[in-house]
């Protein structure tokens, strides 16, 4: 018993030296705070390229290239932001990011960074520490970690870890339409639904004290963030329905969103809640600021202030 304790003590302590490594912290700029007892630890799962008429929507291009500048093929650079929860009592992965299962031709059009593991072990964290993965929807760049290729056979990637999705979200997974078929890889869930590794969540729910789900429709029907609650303080994990902070105006919306209506008004109800109770809200494809505060400037506009 002292042996085994002593080893996971050392693997503990060596992968803690290793994040503090000038390399590692040049190599991936760690964001860490404290949400009352909560810490949060935002995780990259690397950066991957999405055209920025698809990112943006109707919004002109004269317009989102103030906030972002395309390259030369119109793609702009996409965050893949997970973020670490430790309750005190459970470490809890929101997101897995893209992973490492794409096809070449997703690869080509996308990328696959595949930078999530590595970046856990710089903070210090294994795939064996995770206790609870919560997904906000079945989208291959939210859940791509969720299991890897073990030869021909998928297993999970976070093996003692309970898995939580949207069941609405799974069944449409199943059977997605022509326009977003290509959102979808069976392999990222199916496995985990047939072993009961993957719980199916019905509506709102909370998963352990301080920490629950919300449905925000807009980008798919059944799309949940993660809220979190801890000695008087809030934040949220709104997923798609906010993916960047270049997406904070209520009718700055993506392409991919199936119901662009929905995600105004649901915009609006965070808002309406985020605003005034000073929330934290944590952005999950914002390349530069995984979270930050959500006010109004004089001008009434959405501007995010800086989490320090």
Same mark, same amino acid.
């Given at each position: 018993?002292?042996?085994?304790?002593?080893?996971?003590?050392?693997?503990?302590?060596?992968?803690?030296?290793?994040?503090?490594?000038?390399?590692?912290?040049?190599?991936?700029?760690?964001?860490?705070?404290?949400?009352?007892?909560?810490?949060?630890?935002?995780?990259?799962?690397?950066?991957?390229?999405?055209?920025?008429?698809?990112?943006?929507?109707?919004?002109?291009?004269?317009?989102?290239?103030?906030?972002?500048?395309?390259?030369?093929?119109?793609?702009?650079?996409?965050?893949?932001?997970?973020?670490?929860?430790?309750?005190?009592?459970?470490?809890?992965?929101?997101?897995?990011?893209?992973?490492?299962?794409?096809?070449?031709?997703?690869?080509?059009?996308?990328?696959?960074?595949?930078?999530?593991?590595?970046? +856990?072990?710089? &903070? /210090?964290?294994?795939?064996?520490? @995770?206790?609870?993965? !919560?997904? $906000?929807?079945? %989208?291959? #760049?939210?859940?791509?970690?969720?299991?890897?290729?073990?030869?021909?056979?998928?297993?999970?990637?976070?093996?003692?870890?309970?898995?939580?999705?949207?069941?609405?979200?799974?069944?449409?997974?199943?059977?997605?339409?022509?326009?977003?078929?290509?959102?979808?890889?069976?392999?990222?869930?199916?496995?985990?639904?047939?072993?009961?590794?993957?719980?199916?969540?019905?509506?709102?729910?909370?998963?352990?004290?301080?920490?629950?789900?919300?449905?925000?429709?807009?980008?798919?029907?059944?799309?949940?963030?993660?809220? +979190?609650?801890? &000695? /008087?303080?809030?934040?949220?994990? @709104?997923?798609?329905? !906010?993916? $960047?902070?270049? %997406?904070? #105006?209520?009718?700055?919306?993506?392409?991919?969103?199936?119901?662009?209506?929905?995600?105004?008004?649901?915009?609006?109800?965070?808002?309406?809640?985020?605003?005034?109770?000073?929330?934290?809200?944590?952005?999950?494809?914002?390349?530069?600021?995984?979270?930050?505060?959500?006010?109004?400037?004089?001008?009434?506009?959405?501007?995010?202030?800086?989490?320090?």
């Amino acid at each position: 018993m002292c042996r085994v304790f002593c080893d996971t003590l050392i693997a503990r302590l060596a992968r803690f030296l290793i994040a503090l490594s000038p390399a590692n912290m040049s190599h991936y700029p760690m964001h860490r705070l404290s949400l009352g007892n909560f810490e949060l630890t935002a995780i990259s799962d690397g950066t991957y390229s999405l055209d920025g008429g698809a990112f943006f929507g109707v919004v002109p291009k004269s317009l989102w290239q103030r906030k972002v500048t395309p390259d030369e093929r119109n793609l702009v650079p996409t965050g893949l932001n997970s973020v670490v929860v430790r309750t005190g009592d459970k470490t809890i992965l929101i997101e897995t990011g893209i992973g490492n299962k794409l096809t070449e031709k997703m690869i080509k059009i996308y990328g696959q960074p595949a930078k999530l593991l590595d970046n +856990l072990a710089a &903070a /210090g964290i294994s795939p064996e520490d @995770i206790d609870i993965v !919560i997904n $906000t929807h079945l %989208h291959f #760049d939210h859940c791509g970690w969720n299991t890897v290729l073990r030869g021909a056979t998928v297993v999970p990637t976070f093996p003692r870890a309970k898995y939580y999705a949207p069941e609405g979200e799974w069944q449409y997974a199943r059977q997605p339409s022509e326009r977003d078929a290509i959102s979808y890889i069976s392999a990222n869930y199916d496995p985990l639904v047939a072993s009961g590794q993957m719980q199916l969540l019905k509506g709102d729910q909370e998963i352990v004290p301080g920490v629950s789900v919300v449905v925000f429709p807009g980008h798919t029907r059944h799309m949940q963030a993660v809220m +979190l609650h801890s &000695a /008087g303080k809030t934040a949220c994990y @709104i997923s798609d329905l !906010i993916p $960047t902070t270049w %997406h904070l #105006d209520l009718t700055w919306g993506m392409s991919f969103d199936l119901f662009p209506l929905e995600t105004i008004a649901n915009k609006k109800r965070y808002y309406a809640q985020a605003i005034p109770k000073k929330w934290l809200t944590l952005f999950t494809h914002d390349p530069n600021m995984p979270w930050a505060y959500v006010e109004k400037d004089e001008k009434e506009k959405m501007v995010a202030r800086a989490a320090v």
